[in-house]
């Protein structure tokens, strides 16, 4: 220990202490290890004040941009770089790399990288005013050299440019490597842009231009696309002005029509073909052939072309006119005006009037109020043609229940002698005269005693039951008002589709001031076996009646019921007593009528 204390502390001169020793000592070293004076203060870093290694700048690594400038300043000439550059930084473009691309085209005549092909072509109209004047051209050439490589947009506005006059010389060029392309286009993916074309400077598009354009589409059209890509190279074909005749179609012509008649709803509209009205003439000739061929066609050649093909119904011929009309009937928007139209336009003319009445309800049904427009419009002496009359003729001679419009309608035709002879039918109307005379005269009060209306019942007895319920609120009041209650209830039990009508009706007349018959043929249909759910609906109202009837009118209604048998009359005293007994118990249970309860 004492040779390490005499070594640390050796004189200058002498040996030299070692590392061990002076990490032993730590009051004589500095934050770093370094010796310091015995008595010296530590330096401490004040906050806010600034150190000399602050005030170093750190090194940047050069980017992939400023490194191109170094490059291009060592290979090209400085003078045209430093151009360049001014060029790149003025031009306006927002990315470096797409400034560059620029300044390089208009200096170093560079062509630009594709990823930043479309932001300079699109600078040769949107660039400041003085560099276009100064460079368009040189930037517009860099593009011309490979002009059928580069993609649609850029292709737009290069010919976007072309129209300006930026690239004199080469905008037919550019306007025929977009034609390339739309049709390549096209033909892939059945898509024609909307861009406008713009029109090209005087001098700058030729015949021979034009040739060349034509030949380009007529090569996309014959290499065989798909129909839909075929549709969109005729599209193409008339944006750009090609001229392309139905001859130069020859069998793809034939098939698109094919495959258009097969989808009415592509949504082809053949005034954007160049031949279009060929075309579209093609389509109807197809049409009719199908329907000529195959009759039973017409219904879908109706329902998918009726919109197309109504604008020119006067230049088809009938099978195919008669199933669009019946498509635009059944499936149209205005079918009231759609008919009206036509009928009137035929009026005067019976054959005319007879095919369109036909062909207009060859698929659907006519409603009443067409049936009255034919009634109104029909010239004399035409009789109506099955597809009018077959739906009201159907739905009168049938089973389901009358309507009253049918048969109204019905009577107006037959009356106009429209309807061909029809047994059935002429019956029913016949024995609808027939009721509702009966009706009429049972309502008013037969003259001559209770005979001519008991007459009256039995006809309204044989008539149908169909046409005795179409009218059961009119009959029901007329046998309410004169009939006998014996005949009342027989007309009943031959119709009892008005039973529930007759009931109401006597529920109503029993709670005012309904006479004896009303209240005899209540009780009959009260205590009537075959009819168990009238008791309900009839005990009160005949039961109200009867306590308010004097003994006289009691004694009346046991004669209309004595007519229907001992048994009912039996029944009709032994219900009078049982009311009877009732009222005896209620004043013995209630001597003062509850005054004092």
């Known amino acids: 220990m004492a040779g390490r204390r005499d070594a640390a ?254 989808h009415p709803r592509a949504g082809y509209d053949p005034d954007r073909w160049p031949c279009g009205d060929r075309l579209a003439q093609a389509l109807v000739d197809e049409l009719t052939r199908r329907v000529k061929a195959v009759p039973g066609r017409r219904r879908d050649v109706g329902a998918g072309w009726w919109r197309w093909l109504l604008p020119r119904i006067d230049s088809l011929e009938a099978p195919l006119a008669e199933a669009v009309l019946a498509g635009a009937v059944l499936h149209g928007e205005d079918r009231a005006g759609l008919v009206e139209r036509h009928l009137t336009a035929v009026a005067g003319d019976p054959d005319r009037f007879l095919s369109t009445a036909a062909a207009l309800w060859a698929l659907a049904l006519p409603t009443a109020a067409e049936l009255r427009l034919v009634r109104s419009l029909a010239p004399d002496g035409v009789v109506l043609p099955p597809a009018v009359l077959d739906g009201l003729v159907g739905r009168l001679v049938g089973d389901a229940p009358l309507i009253d419009e049918d048969v109204e309608i019905g009577h107006l035709l037959v009356d106009a002698r429209l309807v061909p002879r029809h047994r059935l039918l002429f019956q029913l109307l016949a024995d609808d005269r027939v009721l509702r005379t009966v009706v009429q005269r049972l309502t008013a009060g037969p003259a001559g005693g209770p005979g001519p209306t008991v007459a009256l019942l039995h006809e309204i007895e044989e008539l149908p039951a169909r046409l005795v319920c179409l009218h059961a609120g009119g009959v029901v009041a007329a046998l309410a008002r004169s009939a006998p209650p014996r005949e009342l209830i027989a007309v009943l039990r031959r119709h009892p589709g008005i039973v529930e009508h007759c009931v109401a009706l006597l529920s109503e007349l029993l709670r005012k001031a309904g006479d004896e018959r009303h209240a005899a043929v209540a009780f009959h249909l009260m205590h009537d076996a075959g009819s168990p759910g009238l008791r309900p609906v009839l005990t009160e109202p005949v039961l109200r009646w009867v306590t308010r009837a004097s003994g006289r009118q009691l004694l009346r209604v046991g004669n209309l019921i004595a007519a229907f048998g001992p048994v009912w009359s039996a029944s009709w005293d032994a219900y009078l007593e049982h009311i009877r007994s009732q009222r005896r118990m209620n004043r013995l249970i209630h001597p003062f009528g509850g005054r004092f309860s």
């Open 9 to 262: 502390a050796a004189p200058p001169g002498g040996p030299r202490p070692r590392l061990q020793d002076l990490r032993r000592r730590p009051r004589h070293r500095g934050r770093a290890g370094r010796r310091r004076a015995p008595g010296r203060r530590r330096h401490r870093h004040r906050p806010g004040r600034v150190r000399p290694a602050d005030r170093r700048v750190p090194r940047r690594a050069s980017s992939a941009h400023a490194l191109r400038w170094v490059g291009l300043f060592l290979e090209q000439d400085p003078e045209a770089v430093v151009a360049a550059l001014d060029v790149a930084t003025a031009c306006g473009l927002a990315a470096p790399e797409a400034a560059t691309a620029l300044g390089l085209a208009a200096v170093l005549h560079r062509e630009p990288d594709l990823r930043h092909a479309e932001a300079v072509a699109g600078w040769l109209r949107s660039g400041p005013a003085d560099l276009r004047d100064r460079y368009a051209a040189p930037v517009a050439a860099t593009f011309t050299g490979s002009v059928t490589t580069w993609p649609l947009p850029v292709l737009e506005l290069l010919d976007a440019a072309g129209g300006d006059g930026a690239v004199p010389g080469s905008a037919a060029a550019i306007r025929l490597a977009l034609v390339r392309g739309e049709a390549d286009f096209a033909a892939l993916r059945a898509e024609v842009r909307d861009r406008p074309l713009p029109t090209l400077p005087a001098g700058e598009w030729t015949a021979a231009d034009a040739g060349t354009a034509r030949r380009i589409v007529l090569a996309a059209l014959n290499a065989g696309p798909a129909p839909e890509g075929y549709e969109a190279l005729l599209r193409v074909a008339s944006r750009f002005g090609v001229d392309v005749q139905l001859s130069d179609l020859a069998d793809r012509g034939r098939d698109l029509v094919e495959f258009w008649a097969d």
